[in-house]
């Protein structure tokens, strides 16, 4: 079976054209991509052979190899013949078809040799490069040095011993040629992919990069959709899916890949959930507990387990563990152990845990997927683990029927182990099996190789004959897992071994692999921040006397001058020299060396300003980063940040606009753009006179600030702050927003109510909201749907509960139930509230300010003993039966009168209190 875009290609060609390319594609198919790249067009473009239109055109006349195809291919492409009975071959579309095909080839020869293997079976060197360069050593390295800073973009450098380069390089020259693109529409999707095989050679993304990526991205994907799929492009969609799934995983669009996975998933009716099952995870278990696993079963397949497994795949190490079961041993009963059972489809219900059916490897793929999204989403502790090993291992145990993706699942699964003491030797043994294998696989030094005959040892001993995969099965999903190259792998090898201690391991691989800014690193982290300096200014720099051979590397400082012309990577190793000496000059000199295209620098010099509270140099900084890579979410929300220390909120809003668009689900970005929309003035409409007294407030920013709370809310859910920010501005739109009053106080009763107690209720605004409600036209009717009954529930579910000490809120409380024909209940309230101000300690001695309060809550509760007491009661048992409130209202409110007035009288008898006090005892008297 063949990669996709090929079997697209193939599908739309015309009749005459796939007769012609018919070798050429099968070559393809089969992983022969010798045979495309000897075809004598394609010598001719690489120079090995020459007609009237390239005999003048010579390598040492152009500044670089990839320019010197260039300007061939434009020749080879212009030769049009206008005799309309020229054979198929001779014709413009034959030609850029095939050039094409030769691209695909160049792209997918590259990554055999550097991610999947097996080794090539030919020097790419002897085929792709002029016969002068390709004789000696030193002019092939020469050349492909210089390819290699080629690649350089914005000022990120590619790693500097890619092996075959010229390879890659071929494919981005072709695909770059105007006629192909316009002529050739697959040429997209091809460019698409050598522009990420490029990212990931840089040692960060690259904005223009990026750019790039995403520009052809959307070409590709109305190319799609703009046709109906032919039959031989069998999941067309899902397989760009996938592929666009894994870009957005690599830039840290975690929440696009997860979108783009979940229609993957739909549009290939697979069926999986992770759930969990009763079982033993340990030898000595003795009581069986809830084990998280993933049921999967790709359509069409049926419920029984898989069958033996001949496919030859990777090997996979046994855990060999005293305690921990080599896998989880689940509980033999019905599968009504399973847990959320009813949720699961019966497809999926049915499945027997330890005997699931082989998944297809497009579905093991989004498995895959989904579990490094998870990683990537979250931050790195064991419950994301916990939740990322089951797909993984759900890949394994079904045996995958393809050999990249059968690698791939181990590499996860080592990658989850490397983080659990039981499990952390199995994970990085199996690391280093996968790196002997890629090693020997891409560059054959543990087999036979065609560019050297060296050899090292594997952790594993040689596959057999039979026991590899040939190459069309390795590349048919490597788009779409996103593998990584051998070099990587090393370098996440050598990262794991400096998480478990073995730091001269770590540095021996990355001293090899010539990662001296890794190798820098390791050493700075390990509080070694001499060495680290050493190894970095040794690039940069030339010795303190000038004389580099006689200088002694681990006693030089390498102060001497700056290397002329600098290193490709030196704006990353400048920047590295600021983090270790906290040097801002550093950081400037990076943002210089590299044309001022290395957003890094700028990010740094603005974290550093911000960390001195210099906002506006840091508001400067972040402007020319993001200037540079508009599509960095930390920047855009730093520099929102600064400028709302600045105090230039219409900036902020635009900042943390940016962010929201990058990211809607960042509710700190979310909060942020509200507090900056709250600072702005409204917008101001005119009558068409321009009579400012018509005027009209439109677009309150204080409105849009209410509705970025409210999705910072919606994000955090549990975020008293942001809670209380909503409750805050909704009181103060105009007119205020009821609903979402009454929604974020009963928010905030539930996180806070517990610890705060009625400190968490907004007494103000529920006066307010009650008010509202009870002088409402529709009157306060709980009976029916609506703000009544919804501030009814508010009050007696959640903040009656809380209520203590609050005058107030009894109050407030005490008018919804005279509004709602409750008067006991209001009675009970106004009790309440009065014995809440009177209960105060030495409330008698205080200011004249306390009595008066004490005063006016004595007069408000012989008020309501006198329009309460009288009535019948409407509420509980008595309810109906004629029985008053309080038939002994006058005794209680005399009582409640002279009680204050006892206490108040050594202090406050000449007082206007005392005053009204004693008036209202004299018409209580009178009423008698």
């Not at 460019?191 to 990931?200: D, E």
């Not at 001497?560 to 600021?578: F, N």
Request: include cysteine; glycine fraction near 4%.
């Amino acid at each position: 079976m063949a990669d996709v875009l090929l079997d697209y290609f193939r599908s739309t060609l015309p009749e005459e054209l796939a007769s012609v390319l018919g070798d050429s594609l099968k070559a393809l198919e089969s992983g022969d991509f010798l045979t495309v790249l000897q075809k004598s067009e394609v010598q001719l473009l690489l120079g090995h052979q020459d007609d009237d239109s390239t005999r003048n055109v010579h390598l040492k006349d152009f500044p670089s190899w990839s320019d010197y195809l260039f300007h061939r291919l434009g020749l080879i492409l212009s030769n049009r013949s206008g005799d309309s009975d020229i054979p198929i071959e001779e014709t413009p579309a034959y030609r850029q078809n095939l050039f094409f095909l030769a691209a695909v080839a160049a792209l997918y020869a590259f990554l055999q040799s550097t991610v999947t293997g097996p080794p090539l079976p030919f020097k790419s060197s002897e085929i792709l490069l002029p016969k002068d360069v390709a004789s000696t050593a030193l002019a092939i390295s020469k050349l492909r040095a210089d390819l290699v800073a080629s690649l350089s973009a914005d000022g990120v450098a590619a790693y500097s011993l890619t092996p075959n380069v010229e390879l890659l390089c071929l494919a981005e020259t072709i695909l770059v040629c105007p006629p192909i693109q316009k002529y050739v529409e697959h040429s997209f999707w091809a460019r698409l992919r050598v522009n990420f095989v490029h990212q990931r050679l840089l040692s960060e993304p690259a904005p223009s990069l990026q750019k790039a990526i995403y520009d052809d991205l959307a070409t590709v994907e109305r190319m799609i959709l703009s046709r109906p799929q032919e039959r031989e492009a069998k999941d067309l969609h899902v397989h760009f899916l996938l592929e666009r799934a894994a870009v957005h995983t690599h830039h840290g669009f975690d929440k696009k890949a997860k979108a783009d996975l979940d229609q993957a998933t739909a549009e290939r009716k697979f069926e999986f959930a992770l759930t969990g099952l009763m079982g033993k995870r340990t030898k000595y278990q003795q009581k069986d507990t809830s084990q998280l696993l993933v049921l999967a079963r790709s359509a069409g397949s049926d419920t029984s387990g898989a069958p033996k497994d001949t496919a030859s795949k990777p090997n996979a190490l046994d855990l060999n563990d005293d305690t921990l079961l080599e896998s989880i041993s689940f509980t033999k009963s019905a599968s009504t152990e399973i847990q959320n059972e009813s949720s699961l489809p019966a497809s999926l219900a049915s499945l027997d845990p330890e005997n699931q059916p082989k998944l297809d490897p497009l579905d093991s793929v989004i498995l895959l997927e989904i579990a490094s999204s998870i990683t990537n989403t979250n931050p790195a502790d064991g419950i994301t683990r916990e939740e990322t090993i089951p797909y993984a291992t759900r890949v394994l145990d079904g045996g995958s029927s393809n050999w990249q993706v059968y690698t791939q699942a181990l590499l996860v699964r080592s990658r989850i182990e490397g983080y659990k003491s039981r499990t952390m030797e199995r994970g990085l043994l199996q690391l280093q099996a996968l790196v002997d294998q890629v090693i020997a696989d891409t560059s054959g030094q543990a087999t036979t190789d065609a560019e050297t005959d060296t050899q090292v040892t594997s952790f594993l001993p040689k596959a057999k004959e039979g026991e590899s995969a040939p190459v069309n099965e390795r590349l048919r999903y490597v788009f779409s897992l996103c593998s990584p190259s051998c070099w990587e792998l090393e370098a996440e090898l050598a990262a794991r071994w400096v998480s478990v201690g073995g730091l001269r391991s770590a540095l021996e691989i990355y001293e090899r692999l010539e990662m001296w800014a890794e190798a820098a690193l390791c050493w700075a982290a390990t509080e070694k921040e001499e060495k680290a300096k050493r190894i970095i200014r040794r690039l940069l720099f030339h010795a303190t006397s000038g004389d580099d051979e006689a200088a002694d590397p681990d006693e030089e400082k390498w102060e001497g001058a700056e290397r002329d012309p600098p290193p490709s990577e030196a704006p990353r190793l400048y920047c590295i020299l600021g983090d270790i000496d906290q040097d801002l000059a550093m950081y400037e000199k990076a943002w210089e060396v590299s044309g001022k295209r290395y957003a890094r620098a700028q990010r740094s010099l603005g974290q550093r300003y911000f960390a001195k509270k210099d906002y506006e140099k840091a508001a400067e900084a972040y402007a020319l980063s993001i200037k540079i890579n508009g599509l960095n979410h930390p920047s855009w929300f730093a520099l929102g940040c600064a400028y709302l220390e600045l105090m230039r909120f219409k900036d902020a809003v635009e900042a943390f606009s940016r962010c929201v668009q990058l990211d809607d689900q960042d509710a700190e970005a979310w909060s942020n753009l509200a507090a900056a929309l709250l600072h702005l003035r409204p917008k101001i409409s005119s009558n068409e006179d321009g009579e400012i007294s018509e005027a009209k407030v439109t677009n309150h920013p204080r409105t849009d600030a209410l509705k970025a709370f409210k999705r910072a809310a919606a994000i955090k859910h549990d975020n008293y702050r942001i809670w209380s920010n909503v409750l805050a501005v909704a009181g103060s739109t105009n007119p205020p927003s009821w609903p979402d009053i009454v929604n974020a106080q009963r928010r905030i009763c539930e996180i806070r109510g517990e610890t705060d107690g009625e400190k968490c209720v907004d007494a103000e605004l529920l006066e307010l909201l009650v008010r509202h409600v009870v002088q409402s036209e529709d009157g306060f009717d709980i009976s029916k749907p609506g703000l009544a009954r919804l501030v009814n529930e508010l009050i007696e579910k959640h903040i009656k509960p809380l209520i203590t000490v609050s005058p107030s809120l009894w109050t407030t409380l005490a008018t919804l139930y005279m509004h709602t024909n409750r008067p006991s209940s209001a009675l009970e309230c106004h009790e309440k509230a009065w014995r809440a101000v009177t209960s105060q300690p030495n409330w008698e001695t205080k200011t004249e300010k306390e009595w008066d309060v004490v005063v006016q809550q004595t007069v408000d509760l012989v008020d309501a003993y006198e329009t309460l007491g009288p009535r019948e009661r409407s509420e509980g048992l008595a309810a109906g039966s004629g029985e008053l409130v309080a038939k002994d209202w006058k005794f209680k409110a005399r009582s409640a009168v002279r009680s204050v007035m006892g206490k108040g009288k050594e202090a406050w008898e000449d007082s206007v209190g005392w005053d009204k006090l004693k008036d209202r005892l004299d018409e209580l008297k009178n009423r008698d």
